[in-house]
Antibody, heavy 122, light 107 residues
Framework: EVQVVESGGGLVKPGGSLRLSCEAS????????MNWVRQVPGKGLEWVGR??????????DYAAPVKGRFTISRDDSKNTLYLQMNSLKTDDTAVYYC?????????????WGRGTLVTVSS | SSELTQDPAVSVALGQTVRITCQGD??????PSWNQQKPGQAPVVVIY???SRPSGIPDRFSGSRSGNTASLTITGAQAEDEADYYC??????????FGGGTKLTVL
């Protein structure tokens, strides 16, 4: 069973930093492209960024609002994805989801974790 | 444009058919996924690819696409289908884009 479990959320002051983790199981993590998506409570979904598999270059890509402040990384030995968030703003308050797409033969199915809440407030 | 546009809210009578639409330029090149989100829960994909359903998703859910518009159809809507539905796709940069979501009410 494909599972991704986020952790590391919490309350942080504006300008502060936080690192989120996402532990993956049930699929070949080393081959997976991984994403972070966030959702302000009561609002819609927003893509944060993506990291490719190491075999595909391991490169990262980010949405404009977080570029230069957030860094996505992965540790394939631990089947774990990370999101380092620096210079946090109140607008970054959201539930952060870890997601991956698994090829199902007739398309890619996206799997979501339960999310972890990040609150940026003084 | 890399944006996807959805109607904010749609309602359907119990047992009737409802269509939720999503518009955007990226849909000319990429099939969308349709994500169902119930209050307090993570999104779950109900349709992906041309019109495929993950295991466990009822066959009353189906998808279609024409030009820059994609549709999610629920044939015989049930009370448990009441949720927010988000379309998602990739844009030309490979970035993931989402529609603003449609709140489905089952009357």
């Amino acid at each position: 069973e494909v599972q991704v479990v986020e952790s590391g959320g919490g309350l942080v002051k504006p300008g502060g930093s936080l690192r989120l983790s996402c532990e993956a199981s049930g699929f070949t993590f080393t081959k997976a492209w991984m994403n972070w998506v966030r959702q302000v409570p009561g609002k819609g979904l927003e893509w944060v960024g993506r990291i490719k598999s190491e075999t595909d270059g391991g490169t990262t890509d980010y949405a404009a609002p977080v570029k230069g402040r957030f860094t996505i990384s992965r540790d394939d030995s631990k089947n774990t994805l990370y999101l380092q968030m620096n210079s946090l703003k109140t607008d970054d308050t959201a539930v952060y989801y870890c997601t991956t797409g698994i090829w199902a033969g007739d398309g890619t199915v996206d799997y979501w974790g339960r999310g972890t809440l990040v609150t940026v407030s003084s | 444009s890399s944006e996807l546009t959805q109607d904010p809210a749609v309602s359907v009578a119990l047992g009737q058919t409802v269509r939720i639409t999503c518009q955007g330029d990226s849909l000319r090149s990429y099939y969308p996924s349709w994500n169902q989100q119930k209050p307090g829960q993570a999104p779950v994909v109900v349709i992906y690819g041309k019109s495929s359903r993950p295991s466990g998703i009822p066959d009353r859910f189906s998808g279609s696409r024409s030009g820059n518009t994609a549709s999610l159809t629920i044939t015989g809507a049930q009370a448990e289908d009441e949720a927010d539905y988000y379309c998602s796709s990739r844009d030309s940069s490979g970035h993931w884009v989402f529609g603003g979501g449609t709140k489905l009410t089952v009357l």
